[in-house]
């Protein structure tokens, strides 16, 4: 059976679960620039005069993305809006929408217990995001699929021409990052070693999350500080560390045609976490940002705290683009994206 | 392995996939609202002074909206974008960008002789219907999956106040279509046929595809006719008619709060198709919308046929919305959302 498509399409058995996403949604963030939401073929935006759009769309599957045995459905919908909230604060853009594509098979629409069915709990995880964000849920659509998958679409908004890019570093400039990194890698590493010792996971459930998951299970996209950023032009290219520090650098660099050093002293450790998994971790969803040197920059920014970590270089031939100064030593830095369960 | 977000997330592996990607996407349709394409955390749109925005989102999984042992990937992807531009035709709105979420099992992505992988022949069928319609591909998302599963986003673009919506009809109002009802289902019924007979399905591959299949395969959406409904005034409501007659016609009296009457020797057949798959067969991507009585309806719409197939009334309590008069009964019309191959 397809699905019915409104704008949040829904096949005939789910017509229940659409009409609680429709109510959730319409109780939910202000609906400030969304004219028309669930129910039509299309939700309608407005856009303020002289606005430019964002928009970016971010593909979860269970197994590769999450993992149903581990996370906590309230952390799979968070983590999925996240990853594309962490986008627009990338660019500096302020949330209008977002849309939700949600296959999953039918044994997680059943209601179990006081909690709610997984998608419930996966809505709930989600939808306490999107408020904390101003962000409605404007569509989306329903499917029965084999293994659970959801696909977020995050709509935003920034004067024309003044999002932040990629592009736009030059040779000197210096390098930060905003609030600590690697924790989320640590994070993961104690979830997949616990879960395992574990026979029941019913502590991961929250409000029982230990604090050392947090960063892992519930990552915080810098939505206030890519805006900052973005009001005060402190940044000259900007990119949010969802694969790592090494990965995402060399796509800033890639992007801008320059080179990096970064010391490794500098790094700015989440918790627990290692170097390695502040270099090549991911998913903390943090701003690395490059600014002019004469800038002076703020040890804060919304709240949280803002570390130089090195410097954008000239690219030399032959050499790799990012190089990592530990000590006395200077070495390469290869990008390492994080494998999420070696899958 | 996580993909990398830029706008068009890959993981590692698939790099060769992004850039082929991100090349077609450049030569294909122009690129006049398209302020920043692939490459970056989001992709930038530019909206003119006055419009607003109409968003729209379709889920594609297989096994369920497509199948790989009968539709070729050409079609999966021509019916992919066709689904999210016939919710665009729908509201009246001009296709400003599409974005892609594709989530493939690996060896889809092997090539396989002159005509590439599976997935490229996917986006073969994607790009030549966005080239069509003069809308490129934004930014998007890829992942290996356990199953294929396409979400395409679509973003349009409308004068604010204006976009075409479902409410608005009126007791009185005249119903219309446009093109032919039916076919899509009758092809879809001999592709089923057809496929089980034969060991080969080199014969529906482009360009053998004969001419009972094309409505099934490659629908084409009414941007065209949407946008001349809206510009000269014509729709009162309108709806795309993906899920069938019945239950798209439903879905139109309720968010206008009426009822409607609709004759059965009036619906303009499709070829071989019966009254039955006219009315609940789904998948023709038609429009269907309510006119003011006293408009004079012109008898084409961008060169493609409109009919009258009945009116709008007034609701009955206790009475189903929508009746169909056959000959000289008249009886309720129940909404059959149309079964995709039974799953």
């Known amino acids: 059976m397809v699905g019915k498509r409104t704008n949040f399409g829904v096949a005939g058995g789910e017509l229940d679960l659409l009409r609680t996403i429709r109510d959730r949604a319409a109780r939910g963030a202000r609906q400030g620039s969304l004219r028309l939401g669930i ?15 964002a928009v970016t769309t971010d593909l979860s599957i269970a197994g590769r993305h999450f993992r149903m045995d581990c996370h906590p459905p309230e952390s799979v919908g968070h983590r999925t809006l996240a990853r594309g909230l962490s986008d627009l604060a990338a660019m500096g853009a302020r949330p209008v929408a977002a849309f939700l594509s949600l296959g999953v098979p039918r044994e997680l629409t059943v209601r179990k217990g006081r909690g709610g069915s997984w998608v419930d709990r996966f809505l709930e995880g989600l939808f306490r995001l999107a408020d904390t964000h101003g962000c409605p849920l404007a569509g989306g659509d329903l499917a029965e699929s084999p293994v659970a998958l959801a696909d977020i679409v995050l709509v935003g908004a920034a004067p024309a021409g003044k999002a932040l890019r990629r592009s736009g570093a030059l040779p000197g400039d210096l390098l930060y990052v905003t609030g600590t990194l690697g924790a989320a890698a640590a994070g993961l590493a104690k979830l997949g070693e616990t879960v395992a010792r574990r026979s029941s996971r019913r502590w991961i459930d929250p409000p029982r999350v230990p604090a050392v998951l947090v960063a892992h299970l519930y990552p915080q996209p810098r939505i206030a500080q890519g805006l900052t950023l973005r009001r005060r032009g402190l940044a000259a290219a900007a990119i949010d560390l969802s694969d790592g520090l ?16 970064i010391q490794a002293e500098k790094l700015p450790l989440g918790g ?3 170097v390695d998994q502040a270099l090549h971790g991911g998913e903390d969803y943090e701003l690395l940002f490059a600014a002019r040197p004469w800038l002076r920059m703020p040890r804060t920014l919304a ?11 000239r690219p030399q ?19 390492q994206g994080w494998e999420h369960f070696g899958s």
Request: aromatic share 0%; with cysteine.
């Open 39 to 53: 129910g039509d073929d299309c939700a309608l935006l407005g856009v303020k005069p002289g606005e430019e759009l």
């Open 246 to 261: 090494s990965t995402d650098l060399a796509h800033l660099c890639e992007e801008s045609g320059a080179g990096a050093i």
């Open 272 to 274: 627990t976490a290692s």
């Open 303 to 313: 709240g949280v705290p803002i570390t130089g970590i090195g410097q954008i270089a």
């Open 317 to 335: 031939r032959g050499m790799p683009r990012v190089m990592i100064e530990t000590g006395t030593t200077v070495e390469p830095l290869a990008p």
